[in-house]
């Protein structure tokens, strides 16, 4: 939101008030609190007719520092709040004649007394820092009043984040407000809205408020990155790396760090599509076709119709289609596959869990106490009020009823066209709930699917998301066109996302409006099974690779296959995820913050910590990307590139840019057929383009997430010393390039000579 006119003047109808001066500071033993008033003190009658603000500064833990400010604190309490850690530090302050000095850990703020600022640092440089300007109250038409903070801007200075966003990557010059809305891909619309940037300077801001939160970066003040919340009060966290992947772990350590998808849920999903014609035997037509075409099928999700038309949510089997789905459930996993269906927490009138909903008090009240209700998406539909344990109890019951039945896992769709003119059961801000009500719902399923069938098996893959959503993986991008053009918007969405804390992301391979052309459908393929999660729907038309072309089936097999092989090492960075919050999908920066050219890189990615992706965006197929500095290798080829540069090839369908960067160990496993196996059966340890002084090290897992291993790498001169521990099979190293050798289980040390 932008209150100035130019550089000189305030907007008409605005009034803004800065604080100009330390009056007087109070310490206790986790927090400083300033008086600041919006005006200079020269006598006493100064004290009198104006603003005064509190502002409190503290550390949940080091390298944190959380400030808060206030104008007027009588209002009555608002929430809900996020779950954020609030633990409070001890910090060292120091306070002088001229200024406060307050350190955590290694980041200092400093505050000038006289003529009010702040400036962020750590022991090697400045971070941002801003004058009197950065903090105001504001006075604005219809009696509002507002909170803004800013910070500056460096010279060359890049900000990323706040949700999945498909404008630019890097959010310089955009103004974004944190407010969930049902968009699609091709606007500045978002079903994921996070009040958190970070900056390629080694911080973040997270803005802790459930509710609008107004961004201006460079597109008011150009050299300031601003953001506003209406009322009178702002709470806001900075956080310090310095690199961003440190950023981002401690994000995470505040706000909740993601758990830990089951294995099964990193093959391939096939779902049945949105609005296509289908029933028992379409659905087994399309199952038995990829086990036909030797494609490996994890998990089979069933979209909306799996519920009769007009009612959704009811939760109950059109039998029209799924006479028996309790028998169909039991096939299909007879088959080996897991089952996924679509939900929402939205209840149609004619649904007959309407009425049973309206009696009992679960759905949300407009304020005349009216159930709110519209036309829009479903006929009369309400609202389930998750403020309410004993709808939250009803609700999750008729999900529990479908595991009960077979159901493995849901979609939990929609959660953003949340109404603001309503009360809800527990007397929440509606304001905070039209975002906060995605946290609520995806909890609501999680929580479930913890209970019912384990916490190593819950999954949810959910599309709307507020801050605190990373805890109840996946998220996937849907409601894209099917061109490059939506596929490019796609993955600056996914990276925006995973930059937001979010460890990962799925979208609709192909893309889901309108029906793809054989070849983007063959190059999304590709993009799809080399990201976290990997699913094949759409919207009106059916997205079994057959109905493309031959080549596509042999496209698909390909990459689920190359997918389940890299088990190993993927479901290895899903633990780091869970550990430390660094997601398996990331941005060139956050491997390489030290390189400016991977600044704005927004067509590729690092697929986890050592394989880089650049997906193919045209029909000529060729792939643009950049390397950094190194010898890297290409993943199914060999190839050995110097890095440091961009580069320009023509691919075939099969293959990508796909590579392996230096200094890696790569496990890799033996099964193509599914994501679940003996990862340490057959096991081939690959080392890849090992520097003389190297020293490296690689946990294993198993599919449960459990830590069963390690493998550790030093090169002096032409000898490698690969040490490991925990496995228990015969395995094979492969210094890639140069030889491979099979090792006898046990603890071992082997020696090769380059």
């Known amino acids: 939101m932008k209150f100035t006119d130019g550089n000189w003047m305030v907007r008409e109808g605005y009034s803004i008030h800065f604080p100009k001066l330390v009056h007087e500071v109070e310490q206790d033993d986790g927090s400083v609190t300033l008086y600041a008033p919006c005006k200079y003190i020269n006598h006493r009658g100064d004290t009198l007719d104006g603003p005064l603000l509190t502002i409190t500064i503290s550390s949940p833990m080091d390298d944190v520092i959380r400030v808060q400010t206030w104008h007027f604190k009588g209002g009555k309490a608002n929430y809900p709040n996020f779950e954020v850690t609030d633990n409070k530090k001890t910090l060292e302050v120091e306070e002088k004649d001229e200024s406060i000095t307050i350190q955590t850990g290694n980041l200092k703020l400093t505050i000038a007394k006289e003529n009010f600022a702040l400036r962020f640092s750590n022991r090697q440089r400045v971070l941002s820092d801003v004058d009197e300007k950065g903090f105001a109250w504001i006075e604005g038409p219809e009696n509002k009043t507002y909170m803004r903070g800013q910070l500056r801007l460096g010279v060359g200075e890049n900000l990323y984040g706040l949700g999945e966003r498909f404008t630019p990557f890097v959010k310089n010059g955009q103004s974004v407000d944190i407010w969930n809305r049902d968009g699609g891909t091709s606007s500045e619309q978002s079903y994921k809205n996070i009040p958190f940037f970070l900056s390629s300077k080694g911080y973040g801001v997270f803005v802790n408020h459930p509710e ?16 506003s919340v209406e009322g009178e009060y702002l709470d806001y966290y900075f956080i310090h790396g310095p690199s961003p992947k440190e950023v981002v772990s401690r994000y995470t350590e505040l706000t909740g760090r993601p758990a830990l998808p089951p294995a099964w849920s990193f093959g391939l999903w096939l779902s049945t599509s949105f609005t296509t014609d289908y029933n028992e035997e379409t659905v087994n037509h399309f199952v038995d076709g990829m086990a036909e075409r030797g494609i490996p099928l994890s998990v089979f999700h069933f979209d909306c119709f799996w519920m009769k038309e007009f009612e959704w949510s009811n939760f109950i089997w059109d039998r029209r289609n799924f006479p028996d789905p309790e028998g169909m459930l039991r096939r299909l996993k007879d088959k080996g596959l897991k089952i996924c269906v679509w939900i929402n927490p939205y209840i149609a009138q004619k649904s007959p869990l309407f009425d049973e909903g309206m009696e009992k008090g679960y759905l949300i009240k407009r304020t005349n106490g009216d159930i709110w209700q519209w036309d829009l998406w479903q006929a009369g539909m309400g609202i389930v009020d998750f403020t309410n344990p004993e709808a939250v109890n009803w609700y999750q019951d008729k999900l529990k009823a479908l595991l009960d039945m077979g159901v493995d896992s849901f979609k939990t769709d929609f959660g953003e066209r949340i109404p603001t003119d ?57 409601d894209c066109d099917s061109t490059y053009d939506a596929m490019a918007e796609s993955l600056r969405g996914g990276l925006s996302l995973t930059t937001s804390g979010f460890g990962y992301w799925s979208h609709d391979i192909g893309g889901f409006e309108s029906t793809a052309t054989p070849d983007v459908f063959k190059r999304w393929t590709a993009f799809g099974l080399l990201s976290s999660h990997s699913r094949f729907h759409g919207s009106h038309s059916y997205r079994v690779p057959w109905l493309f072309d031959d080549e596509a089936v042999d496209v698909a097999r390909h990459f689920t296959k190359l997918k389940n092989n890299l088990m190993p090492y ?65 993943l199914l080829t060999g190839e050995v590139v110097e890095g440091g540069t961009w580069i320009e090839e023509k691919y075939d369908y099969f293959n990508l840019p796909l590579f392996v960067r230096p200094n890696t160990i790569l496990p890799v496993g033996t099964s193509e057929e ?81």
């Open 674 to 754: 599914t994501p679940v196996y003996d990862y340490t059966d057959g096991l081939t340890v690959k080392l890849y383009a090992i520097d003389e002084g190297a020293r490296l090290s690689r946990n294993l897992v198993n599919s449960k997430g459990e830590k069963i291993g390690n493998v550790q790498v030093a090169r002096d001169g032409n000898q490698l010393t690969i040490s490991t521990k925990g496995l228990d099979k015969n395995y094979y190293i492969e210094v890639v390039g140069v030889k491979k050798i099979e090792v006898q289980a046990g603890n071992q040390d082997v020696k090769i000579t380059l």
């Open 212 to 227: 609008e939160v107004s961004y201006e970066l460079g597109s008011e003040m150009v050299s300031r990155s601003q953001w």
């Open 570 to 634: 993927l479901y290895g960075q899903a633990v780091e995820n869970n550990h430390t919050g660094i997601p398996v999908m990331r941005s060139m920066i956050m491997e390489y913050p030290e390189d400016p050219l991977t600044h704005t890189l927004d067509r590729q990615y690092m697929f986890g910590d050592s394989i880089l992706v650049a997906p193919i965006f045209n029909e000529e197929g060729i792939g643009s990307f950049y390397l950094p500095r190194g010898k890297w290798t290409h």
């Open 422 to 478: 309503v009360v809800y059961a527990d007397g929440s801000n509606p304001q905070k709930m039209h975002n906060y009500y995605s946290y609520m719902f995806n909890e609501v399923v999680f929580d479930l699917l913890k209970r019912e069938v384990g916490e190593g098996e819950a999954i949810v893959f959910a599309r709307s998301a507020t801050t605190g959503g990373q805890k109840f993986p996946v998220h996937w991008g849907g």
